[in-house]
C-alpha cells in the first residue's frame, strides 16, 4: 500500500530524489536538483515526478521520506541553511500521498550506516567495530550535520538501532592551541558565538582561509569553496592550505567530543560534501592525531574506528530504511 515510496535527501545546496518501487526493492529514479531552482519542496518534487514520468500511473508515489537539512519539531518545516518553509501535512496532502515522513537529513543518512557495505567506507585510523556500540556521525558541507546511532532492544540477536535527530553542529567551537585560539577570537569579533559548524562547513571553509590571511597580514581573494580546496590540494596558496589543515584539525576536535558522548565503540563515520572529497589529505591531515588526543582517554579515542562514507547516496537509503 505504501509503495512507490518517495525518498529525498534535501541539503542547503542540493535536493537528491528518488523512488522505491516496492519494498526492499533498489533505489531508482536517482535525480539530482538545484534547490535554489525552486520555490519550495512541491514545486521542486512536482518538476521531478513530472521529469520521471511518474506525476501519475505506476509510478507515482504513495509515500515519502525526506531527509532535511534542519530541525523536524513538528508540521512546521523551516529549512536554516535555505529559504523553504512548509508544512509537512499540506505537502502531503498535495502530493496526494498517504504518508509523509520528514526527517532530519543526518537522522536519515544515521539510518543507513548499519547497510553500507565495507567498500562505501574507508577506515582512518582505530582498531576494530564494537559490535552493539553506539556509533557516531556527523558530516560538513553546506551545514555541519551530526547524529548517530543507540542500540536499543536485541532483536534475533541483533539490537534495533535508535537514531539520534539532534542539532549538534551548532555547538560551542573550542580551541586546543594558541593558533586556533587566535582563530576563533577574531571570528569571534566578526559573528559573536563561534560554532562548530561556522569552520566545519563549505562557508566555513572559506573563512578560515580569510581568516588565516588577515591574520598573517594578507588581504584575502574571494574564493568559493571549491577554490579554496584546489588551491590548498595544488599548493598554490599558503593560507588556503593554513585554512584546510585548520578544517581537518577542528573536525578532529568536534568528532571526537561527540564520541566520546555517545560511546562510539561502534565507530566514528563522516559523510557530507567535503571531506570525502578531500581522500588521501584527510588521511594524511592532523583529523586523526587530534581525535586520538584526549588525555587520560586518549587509549579510549584510538580504539575508535573512523570511516569516511563514500557511498553516492547514502542519505535515501536511510530515508529508504525508515
Avoid at 280 to 285: D, I, N, P, T
Wanted: hydrophobic share 45%; aromatic share 6%.
Amino acid at each position: 500500500m505504501h509503495y512507490p515510496k518517495l525518498l529525498g535527501d534535501i541539503g542547503g545546496t542540493n535536493v537528491r530524489l528518488a523512488l522505491q518501487v516496492e519494498p526492499a526493492g533498489p533505489i531508482t529514479h536517482i535525480e539530482t536538483l538545484r534547490l535554489a531552482d525552486h520555490i519550495g519542496p512541491l514545486e521542486a518534487i512536482t518538476a521531478y515526478l513530472q521529469q520521471q514520468g511518474a506525476w501519475e500511473g505506476a509510478l507515482r508515489p504513495r509515500s515519502g521520506c525526506l531527509g532535511m537539512a534542519c530541525p523536524v519539531l513538528g508540521d512546521a518545516i523551516q529549512m536554516i541553511n535555505a529559504p523553504w518553509a512548509f508544512s509537512t501535512e499540506a505537502l502531503r496532502q498535495a502530493l496526494g500521498l498517504s504518508s509523509l515522513r520528514i526527517l532530519n537529513d543526518f537522522t536519515a543518512l544515521a539510518l543507513a550506516l548499519p547497510a553500507l557495505p565495507p567498500q562505501d567506507l574507508r577506515q582512518v585510523g582505530g582498531g576494530s567495530v564494537q559490535p552493539g556500540m553506539a556509533k557516531a556521525l556527523l558530516g560538513a558541507g553546506t551545514g555541519l550535520g551530526v547524529s548517530g546511532l543507540i542500540p536499543g532492544p536485541l532483536v534475533q540477536g541483533e539490537p534495533v538501532w535508535v537514531p539520534i535527530a539532534g542539532e549538534g553542529g551548532h555547538v560551542s567551537l573550542p580551541a586546543c592551541d594558541e593558533d586556533e585560539a587566535r582563530l576563533i577570537a577574531a571570528l569571534r569579533v566578526r559573528f559573536g558565538h563561534v560554532s562548530a559548524e561556522r569552520v566545519l562547513s563549505g562557508s566555513g571553509l572559506v573563512l578560515l582561509y580569510e581568516t588565516h590571511a588577515r591574520l598573517a597580514g594578507v588581504t584575502p581573494e574571494r574564493l568559493s569553496p571549491a577554490e579554496v580546496a584546489d588551491r590548498a590540494l595544488g599548493g598554490h596558496c599558503p593560507w588556503c592550505r593554513a585554512a584546510l589543515d585548520s578544517f581537518c584539525s577542528f573536525m578532529g576536535t568536534v568528532a571526537a567530543n561527540l564520541a566520546v558522548t555517545l560511546g562510539a565503540q561502534g565507530g566514528l563515520y563522516i559523510g557530507g560534501g567535503i571531506v570525502p572529497r578531500l581522500g588521501a589529505f584527510f588521511e594524511q591531515s592532523g583529523f586523526r592525531a587530534r581525535f586520538n588526543d584526549k588525555g587520560r582517554y586518549t587509549a579510549y579515542l584510538s580504539a575508535i574506528p573512523v570511516f569516511v562514507i563514500h557511498a553516492p547516496y547514502p542519505a535515501l537509503v536511510g530515508a529508504s530504511r525508515a
